[in-house]
């Protein structure tokens, strides 16, 4: 299982980005895909996770509102729509998936399986 991720890139705050990631294969049923970011010096943080299937979502509470994320289940692709970025949103973005994480544990970077590459977002002042 592979996943790619696309649509980083430089952006002035207060303006919008979106980001895809793509997953190779639906081996298994129930996936759930997450965003994750990290940003210099700090540790890997929670950004967003939707079930492919159903469709549930959870956001970490700093991008609520701002940040959409959604799901093409026919191009096995989730997005994470960002508005309103801000210069702490910069971060490089990571995607991961995995088909055994309960709703509880979304969050939980070390219940994913499967990650892609990482995508940086740079928001200026």
């Known amino acids: 299982v592979q996943l790619q991720a696309s649509g980083g890139g430089p952006v002035q705050a207060g303006g919008s980005l979106t980001l895809s990631c793509t997953i190779s294969?639906?081996?298994?049923?129930?996936?759930?895909m997450g965003w994750f970011r990290q940003a210099p010096g700090k540790e890997r943080e929670f950004v967003a996770a939707i079930n492919l299937s159903g469709g549930n979502t959870d956001y970490t509470s700093s991008v609520k509102g701002r940040f959409t994320i959604s799901r093409n289940t026919a191009k096995n692709t989730v997005y994470l729509q960002m508005n309103s970025l801000k210069p702490e949103d910069t971060a490089v973005y990571y995607c991961a998936a995995d088909g055994t994480i309960i709703r509880s544990s979304w969050s939980n970077s070390a219940q994913y399986k499967y990650w892609g590459q990482g995508t940086l977002v740079t928001v200026s002042s």
């Open positions: 294969e639906r081996t298994f049923g129930r996936i759930v």
